[in-house]
Each structure stands twice: as structure tokens, then as C-alpha cells.
């Protein structure tokens, strides 16, 4: 852990992986990423310059006496003072004579080309910049320190009695910078002209500012921001409160990775809040599990609807007949199955795999479409308008209709497998075929009976009285046949209703499985970045030890 001035925040090399895991994150969820790419990348290159010093700006207005507080703290003039105003129109810089070697790369990625160097051990951890005036004139003085803000280590900023309360140093500068540097200060200069009274009333007045800008903020650790009074035309004493401040600051290993890891939190929290998530309170998904399985289950009964489970049954059982009977009908069953399957009829009504493949030809997707917009009516309104887009987009109807189509084909691809066979079956045929050859020999019989008029026996039966034999035998061949195809369409209907039942219940699950792994997978990426997005900030904020994954 690093820690200055009351900051701490997690190893700022986690901090810089999981921010630019951040970063990834966000942009799946379509939000702007370009400044949280820039700041990682400024923090990498400001990592690869010397440590052994940092940088400290002096900020302020026109007039406010930041040259006049540097020359204060040399002891000579270092920037130049003047009536005229603007006075300095590039950044100067104050740099120990014994680092400039070590400084040259930081202050040419800085563009810093006027420098000053001094032999004062006092400050030869710090480099001081005495910045253009923010609220110039000229505009490219303003420009200047906002390109050079983003890549300071420390600020001290500058104001007077005049423009302390001023809406250009406060509302464009000090408000968004506040809680992006771990090491900063506001220096009133020009306390001279003020009574003791009122020296205090300022200071208590730009205390109570800052602590409003701050806000919660301090609470979650940040330090205060001191507030210093000093007079630059006062010698030694009347900037004694800010060289104090500065010997403070010796440790610049330490300044420097603070200021990198303020600024990492500082917009890892302002991507969270554009994703609609807090990474100190517990994740909250766009759909809870409760609502997402409410959701998945009204996709999947409509989903079910299209694909027709009762008439997968039917085709089921038809196709289990079909099976049993070229197998247990005899020879007029073999003849059967051969003329169904040559009409085309045994594919329409008995096939229960083409059935399936044909599932979108029985009804639109329309309603499950529908039934999942409905579930995500509430979560869209509450999602944070930088999201909503991405969120509008993973619910498009083309899109869920792309998804759940291919989710019903990926579950009907996993059904395997034909109609069921049963030894019964070539038993009960096995009796067929000697029925139908007792029906032809009785048949054989009475017509030798009938044309040769020969004796015959015969059977007395009750209410008919007495028949001859081979009627006898045509009628009992009969009805054998007609118990054994009744006795194979009892027994083949029954095993195709045990199948047609496991096969509706696997293609059920099937289908809700997809639904609820990638019907909605769209929204589930969304969520996944959403969620990875909270953990990485999570991780950026308090450091991974307290950052505790949900």
C-alpha cells in the first residue's frame, strides 16, 4: 500500500491492470473510454521517468503572485514579475542542478523548455513549474495548463483576496481536480493586505469550499486540503507556511505514485458512476436471478409454443408404429410401411426429427420476443443513460430473434435417435405371418369345398348352428390376425407414448437451457462487463484485499 498525506490506495501496479480492465469493460458497455485510456497511458509513461523527484505546478489567476511565490521560495528570480499582465507566457521550471540529467525525459514529455536550475538542498526532491495564468488573456495560456494538469504530481493553488472566491479557479479547475491529486494545496497569497481578522475569515471560507468539493470523499479517506496563508513580499516568514508544506512533500517516490493512484480512483469512480454502479456498495445486476429466471421462463414457454410439443408426441408414437409395423403386421405390413414411406406420408406424420427441423414453419418468435422486452421494460428505465443504448441494443428485436432461433436449432441439433424397437414385435409377427398362411389355406380350402362340393365337418356355434370347417378356419384365421394387429398396435403405442414423452422432455430442457445459457446472450455479455467493470473499480478503489468479489 501507498500512503501520503493521508491517502492510501491498493499496489499501483493492481491499480493499473485492473484499471485498464476498467477500461475494457466499459467499452463493451458503449461507454467513452478515451480519457480513461489516455490517463492509464500518462500514468505509464510518467512511470517510466525518474522517481527520485516530482513535479509540483503553482496554479492560479492573473495577478495572484504565483512568480512572485517561487522567486520567494528561491531567494531569487527564477520567473520574471511584472505590472504588465500576462507576465509568463511558457512554464518555467525551478529544477536542482543535481537532477537535470535525471529530469531531462520528464520535462521534454512535459514540453517544459525553460528551465532554471538552483543548488538548494532544501528542495532537491521537487521540481516547481510556475504555470501560465489559467484565466488569461490569451488562450493559449489557459490551454497550456490544461494539457500540463493531467501529468503534475502535486499543485499548489495560487489565489489572493481578490480572487479566491473566483468561479474560473474554482468551478473549471479546483472542483474536478480536487480529487484526482493526492498531494495539493491552496496558497493565499497576498494575506499582507488583509487584517488578522480577516486572513482567518478567508481561510475558514476557501476550507469550507474545498470540503464541499470534496465531499463524501474525505469520509472514504482522501486528506484534507490545507488552506495557507502567505505574503511573497514577506521574505522567509511570510512563506513559511508553504515551505513547510513543501518539506512535507521530501518522500517524491511516494508523491509521485499517490498522485497516479488518485487519479486512477478518481476516474475509475467516474466510470462506475457512467455504468450506474457504485464499487463501494454491492453489485446490482440489471436483472436479479429472480427476475431473469421469470424472464427465461415466460421465453421458454413461448419458445416451446413454437416448437409444438403435443404434435412432437403425435409424431413421435406415429413414428413408433411405423417401426413396429413392417416388423410385427407379416407380410401386408411390410407392404404397408412400403407404401407410407414411398406416398411421403409416414415423413409428414411420423418423423418426429423433420418435425423438429420444421418448428419455425408453426408459429413466429414474436411472442417470446416480446415476453423478454416486457422483463426488461423496468431495468432499462432504470439503467444509467450512458448504458441504455448498449442495453436497447442486446434487447433489439432482430437480435433476440437471431439468438433464440439459433438457441431452438443448437437444442433440436442434440436430439439423437430413432423410434424405439421391440423384440415383441417380431414375436407378434413372427404369429402374423403364420396367420395370414392359415388365412390363405382356409381361403385355399373353401374354395376347393365350394367347387368340388365335397363333405366336410363342421361346428355347431351358438345362435349360427352348424358351419362347415373351412369357414370355420377362414374366420378363426381372421380374427387371430386381427388380435395379434391389435396386440402390436396396443404394444407399439404404448412404447411410442413412453418415447414421445422422454423425447418432449429432453427437447423441453434442451430448449430452456439454451434460453437461459444464450437466449440471452446479449444481455448476459452486457451484464458480464457490467459486473467486471464493478470489480475491476471495486479492486482500483479500495485495493483487492477489500474489494471482495461477489
Not at 34 to 60: C, D, M, P, Q
Not at 132 to 140: E, F, I, L, Q
Not at 376 to 400: I, N, Q, S, Y
Request: net charge neutral; hydrophobic share 50%; glycine share 6%.
Amino acid at each position: 500500500m501507498t500512503s501520503i498525506d493521508g491517502f492510501a490506495g491498493p499496489s499501483l501496479t493492481q491499480s493499473l491492470v485492473r484499471f485498464a480492465d476498467a477500461a475494457d469493460a466499459a467499452e463493451v458497455l458503449g461507454l467513452p473510454t478515451g480519457k480513461a485510456r489516455a490517463v492509464h497511458a500518462e500514468a505509464v509513461s510518467r512511470l517510466g521517468f525518474s522517481s527520485e523527484v516530482y513535479v509540483l505546478a503553482l496554479v492560479g489567476g492573473t495577478g495572484v503572485g504565483k512568480s512572485s511565490l517561487l522567486n520567494a521560495v528561491a531567494g531569487s528570480q527564477v520567473s520574471p514579475v511584472s505590472a504588465l499582465r500576462p507576465t509568463t507566457a511558457e512554464p518555467v521550471a525551478w529544477v536542482p542542478r543535481a537532477a537535470v540529467r535525471q529530469v531531462a525525459d520528464l520535462l521534454e514529455w512535459l514540453e517544459v523548455t525553460e528551465v532554471q536550475e538552483h543548488d538548494d538542498v532544501a528542495w532537491r526532491s521537487v521540481v516547481i513549474l510556475d504555470l501560465p495564468d489559467m484565466d488569461s488573456v490569451a488562450t493559449t495560456h489557459r490551454a497550456a495548463v490544461t494539457r500540463l494538469l493531467p501529468k503534475m504530481d502535486a499543485v499548489a493553488w495560487v489565489t489572493d483576496p481578490e480572487k479566491y472566491h473566483d468561479a474560473v479557479l474554482y468551478d473549471d479547475f479546483l472542483r474536478p481536480w480536487l480529487v484526482k491529486l493526492a498531494r495539493q494545496a491552496v496558497v493565499l497569497n497576498k494575506a499582507d493586505r488583509l487584517s488578522a481578522d480577516d486572513a482567518e475569515r478567508v481561510r475558514h471560507d476557501l476550507e469550507r469550499d474545498l470540503r464541499l468539493g470534496l465531499g463524501d470523499q474525505q469520509a472514504q479517506g482522501r486528506p484534507d486540503v490545507p488552506v495557507l496563508t502567505v505574503s511573497a513580499t514577506g521574505g522567509a516568514d511570510g512563506i513559511r507556511a508553504f515551505s513547510e508544506w513543501l518539506e512535507q512533500g521530501v518522500e517524491s517516490k511516494a508523491v509521485v505514485r499517490a498522485r497516479l493512484a488518485a487519479t486512477l480512483v478518481a476516474h475509475a469512480q467516474t466510470l462506475a458512476r457512467d455504468a450506474g454502479i457504485d464499487p463501494k456498495a454491492p453489485y446490482e445486476p440489471f436483472l436479479n436471478v429472480a427476475l431473469r429466471r421469470t424472464a427465461s421462463d415466460a421465453v421458454t414457454v413461448e419458445v416451446l409454443r413454437s416448437v409444438d410439443l403435443p404434435g412432437l408426441e403425435r409424431q413421435a408414437v406415429a413414428a413408433t408404429r411405423a417401426q413396429a409395423r413392417p416388423r410385427g403386421a407379416g407380410l401386408m405390413g411390410k407392404l404397408t410401411a412400403l407404401i407410407y414411406r414411398l406416398s411421403g406420408r409416414e415423413a409428414q406424420a411420423a418423423d418426429p426429427d423433420a418435425f423438429l427441423l420444421r418448428w419455425r414453419d408453426r408459429g413466429p418468435l414474436t411472442p417470446a420476443i416480446e415476453a423478454l422486452r416486457l422483463a426488461l421494460v423496468t431495468p432499462l428505465g432504470l439503467a444509467a443513460p450512458a448504458v441504455r443504448p448498449a442495453l436497447a441494443a442486446a434487447v433489439e428485436p432482430a437480435r433476440l430473434r437471431r439468438t433464440l432461433e439459433a438457441a431452438v436449432d443448437r437444442a433440436v441439433a442434440r436430439h439423437e435417435g430413432s423410434a424405439p424397437v421391440s423384440p415383441v414385435w417380431t414375436v407378434i409377427g413372427f404369429l402374423q405371418t403364420l396367420a395370414t398362411a392359415a388365412i390363405a389355406l382356409s381361403v385355399a380350402w373353401t374354395i376347393v369345398w365350394i367347387i368340388a362340393r365335397a363333405e366336410v365337418d363342421t361346428a355347431t356355434l351358438p345362435v349360427i348352428g352348424r358351419v362347415p370347417m373351412p369357414l370355420v378356419a377362414v374366420v378363426a384365421s381372421l380374427l387371430v390376425g386381427y388380435v395379434l394387429a391389435k396386440a402390436l398396435g396396443v404394444h407399439a403405442g404404448w412404447i411410442g407414448r413412453r418415447w414421445a414423452g422422454r423425447l418432449r422432455g429432453e427437447i423441453a430442457t434442451a430448449v430452456q437451457r439454451e434460453v437461459v445459457e444464450h437466449g440471452l446472450d446479449h444481455l448476459s455479455r452486457l451484464e458480464a462487463a457490467r459486473h467486471a467493470l464493478w470489480e475491476a473499480t471495486r479492486d482500483v478503489t479500495l485495493g483487492p484485499e477489500r474489494g471482495v468479489r461477489r
